[in-house]
């Protein structure tokens, strides 16, 4: 049997999503497909519009046989820590190949570029420290650290000024760095770029532009012809039911509380919180009513938004450098949690668990680790984004919902 891993956010699920998966299958010539996405808060720095067990169902719905979470330690995180969590739960699940979208749209410029960085890698992380001091975002440095050490004139390599590109390479980086089994492949992504804002004219959209459009008061409608019709079913279910669909401004409240009940020294203490950010942080949330207007407020040239929305979710959270740097551990992922799955799916877990080099983790009351510790403070954290009357609910759900199963 093959077995085809990706690794996914669906924030939400969208038509671009599914062609990845169905042109994936196709290529890994897949008779099992397992998929390992965030949970309640995402690489962007962004809480999942829906809780992560919707998003599952959603998954399933589309094809994937097996859905396993990222746990938080590693879903908000740099791209390469990102890659590493998953990577590493993939291979504990017995998959064969590893398929992602790319701007390149080929693995060869991709395995090349790697074999390059290889040969260069103490030059390539010096240069990125120092492209890194002189203020420089990390993407930015690793851009020019990239072109810098590879030669202008070499051709053939990978574009890492992309940001799929930058996190594909990322996983044939862990897969490499972990002596891992899986064959990466790549498809190329489909008209809509990652970070577009507005809605294309054909059926493909990225999900930051249906998030726009969900949030500026069109709700579910303008999103009707972007995602499939099982998903939108799905979406719709909820928001009819009463539930809300999450962005950061339902947490600037508890983010701005937080923020002004610590201390700049307590503040520093916290994960992505640099020199200096602490006084930043507390300076702008003052004058700031809205989650934007923060942002707004914060960002400079040293730091991406990206960056800055994640230390904003450590912050949210409280998660400090300590707690980190124990939880995430060697990089790698240290238990699988299942979301859902199928017939197909089930029927592999039975098999795997035998041989699986991860422990699989059925109830979180049982299992005691640092990065659980914190995958169930941000589920707290997050629940505490739907409204009063539907609290306790969310709060008892991360510990009471079992794996989605279709």
């Known amino acids: 049997m093959t077995i085809l891993g990706v690794v996914t956010e669906y924030n939400p699920f969208h038509n671009g999503h599914l062609h990845h998966l169905e042109e994936s299958r196709k290529k890994a010539k897949a008779d099992l497909t397992i998929a390992v996405m965030s949970g309640t808060f995402l690489q962007r720095g962004e809480p ?34 990102f890659a590493n969590g998953a990577v590493s739960i993939l291979e504990a699940l017995g998959a064969d190949y590893l398929c992602f979208g790319s701007e390149d749209g080929e693995i060869a410029p991709f395995l090349r570029t790697a074999e390059q960085l290889k040969k260069h890698e103490e030059a390539y992380s010096q240069r990125i420290k120092e492209w890194m001091k002189e203020g420089m975002s990390y993407p930015r440095a690793l851009s020019l650290a990239f072109k810098e050490v590879s030669g202008e004139g070499d051709g053939g390599l990978a574009d890492l000024s992309k940001p799929n590109n930058i996190l594909g390479f990322q996983y044939i980086s862990s897969i490499c760095e972990q002596e891992s089994r899986m064959v990466p492949l790549t498809i190329k992504r489909t008209a809509a770029g990652y970070h577009d804002t507005e809605l294309p004219s054909g059926r493909i959209a990225s999900a930051t532009s249906l998030r726009k459009s969900i949030f500026s008061g069109d709700g579910l409608t303008g999103i009707h012809s972007y995602v499939p019709p099982g998903v939108y079913g799905i979406m719709q279910d909820w928001v009819q039911s009463g539930l809300p ?83 995430v551990n060697r990089e790698r992922a240290p238990y699988i949690r299942i979301l859902g799955m199928n017939e197909a799916g089930q029927r592999h877990l039975a098999a795997i668990k035998k041989t699986s080099t991860l422990p699989l983790v059925v109830n979180p009351r049982s299992f005691n680790h640092p990065a659980l510790t914190l995958d169930l403070r941000a589920a707290d954290i997050y629940a505490m984004g739907f409204p009063g009357s539907l609290r306790p609910e969310r709060l008892r759900a991360e510990y009471a919902t079992p794996p989605v199963r279709i």
């Not at 409240?253 to 942080?281: F, H, K, P, W």
């Open 48 to 81: 999942a519009l829906m809780p992560k067990w919707e998003r599952a169902r959603m998954a399933l719905a589309a094809g994937a046989d097996l859905v396993a979470e990222l746990p938080y330690a590693f879903s908000s995180q740099k791209a390469s820590t």
């Open 245 to 327: 669909l999450m962005n950061w401004d339902r947490f600037f409240s508890s983010l701005q509380y937080t923020v002004l009940s610590m201390t700049a020294d307590e503040l520093s203490m916290i994960y992505e919180v640099e020199e200096g950010l602490e006084n930043r942080i507390r300076t702008s949330i003052r004058g700031a009513s809205s989650f934007q207007e923060f942002m707004e407020r914060l960002k400079t040239k040293r730091y991406t938004w990206t960056r800055l929305q994640r230390m904003c979710v450590h912050v949210l959270t409280r998660t400090t450098k300590q707690e980190m740097q124990e939880a």
